[in-house]
């Protein structure tokens, strides 16, 4: 990883997302100029790539719908029916709780067989942030007016 990398990570992921939206909105309409030196200083971790259940790829509707097409209509017809009623089920009912405890262990089963991704580890920062440049301005005008000073000494 380069220098650059580091410093791109550590500068995107130093500011929180709410001080950049307060910052946002806290500026008015127009056209700034920008001339700071910025100290960047702290740490930058990558984690490790993972495996990990992306849950888009899993597609409940999707799935009902193969299972309906492979029922007769009475069948598919029957199905939609008591799913409709079970909006209106208890929880606690006998037959919702076996028909979501089958449905989860095929789900799991689907997820691990199909469902994972590779994701690239996650970045975190631990830095602060120093404007430097307004002190070398500072200091910049203080050895000018110290250069002035002692030319007018004999």
């Known amino acids: 990883m380069s220098l650059i990398n580091e410093m791109v ?3 995107a992921k130093g500011f929180k997302p709410a001080v950049v939206t307060k910052a946002s909105d806290e500026m008015v309409a127009g056209e700034y100029t920008v001339n700071q030196l ?4 702290g740490k930058v971790t990558k984690g490790k790539d993972y495996d990990q259940v992306i849950w888009q790829t899993v597609k409940p509707m999707k799935i009902l719908a193969v299972a309906l097409s492979k029922q007769n209509k009475v069948t598919a017809d029957y199905i939609l029916k008591l799913a409709e009623e079970s909006l ?21 089963k689907f997820k691990k067989e199909n469902g994972t991704e590779t994701c690239a580890g996650k970045v975190t920062t ?7 440049g307004a002190v070398q301005e ?13 030319d007018l000494l004999p």
């Not at 910025?38 to 200083?41: F, G």
């Not at 009912?93 to 076996?98: F, G, P, T, W």
């Not at 631990?126 to 430097?132: G, L, Y």
């Open 88 to 108: 209106t089920v208890k929880d606690d009912d006998l037959m919702l709780v076996e028909a979501t405890k089958y449905v989860n262990e095929a789900m799991a």
């Open 9 to 11: 990570m550590a500068i």
């Open 38 to 41: 910025i100290r960047v200083q």
């Open 138 to 150: 500072k200091v910049r005008e203080e050895i000018e007016v110290a250069e002035m000073a002692s």
């Open 126 to 132: 631990k830095v602060t942030f120093s404007v430097v």
